[in-house]
């Protein structure tokens, strides 16, 4: 989208994204594995709910992709500031350069971001002005993604039809009621975390 593309050096958030990417890459190959093919093989499903999990996935790693290398809004070295502007910029005592009001200095960054909201190590980057939108956009799909998985992993003990076959040689299904309970567990704490963080970012742009 012609957007420049911004790369944090920080071991903490690489590890916080890593973990991130794990928990993504875990429910994109288990829940289908477990719970979608054998239910649609068995009739008890439709295609469209597998395409809808695959899409729901889709969104949410490139939203999370995206919302890492944009640019959040840092201020360039020597920035040109117009003259009837002048008035609203102010100087950074940390990296001493001018810079916009409601801007802030990230230490974890290195530089001022335009209207910082924070720096997110989950996301290795800032959230300012010219990702906030990618970063509310990554709040959505994860926590659509979120309640997707709780409820097929719901379903899959009180609602859904029991399975006729299963090779219980398979890894996944010898050791399923472990796999889902772990599911279960990262859903519930991702969609809590998510949903607070969510809501707390739209009182925020509507007061």
Known sequence: ?????????????????????????YNTVFIPKVILF????EGHIS???????????????ASLLRASVADPGKLPENPKIPIIEREYWELCNKCNMMRPKRSHHCSRCGHCV?????HCPWINNCVGEDNH?????????????????LILDFCHYYYFLP???????V??????????RISA?????????????????????FT
């Not at 420049?4 to 993504?24: E, K």
């Not at 295609?47 to 790693?61: G, N, Q």
């Not at 890894?171 to 889902?180: K, T, Y």
């Open 1 to 25: 989208m012609g957007r420049q593309v911004h790369f944090v050096v920080d071991p903490q958030g690489w590890c916080c994204m890593g973990l991130i990417i794990f928990v993504w890459l």
């Open 38 to 41: 054998p239910h649609y093989e």
């Open 47 to 61: 295609v469209v709910a597998i395409l809808c999990y695959y899409f729901c996935s889709l969104f949410c790693i």
């Open 114 to 118: 335009r209207r910082m909201d924070h």
């Open 133 to 149: 939108w990618l970063f509310l956009q990554l709040c959505f799909y994860t926590q659509v993604l979120s309640s997707y998985t």
């Open 163 to 169: 399975l006729k076959k299963e090779n219980w040689d």
């Open 171 to 180: 890894f996944v299904f010898r050791h399923e009621l472990a796999l889902l």
């Open 185 to 205: 567990f990262m859903g519930l704490i991702i969609l809590g975390g998510i949903s607070g963080l969510f809501y707390s970012q739209l009182m925020g742009i």
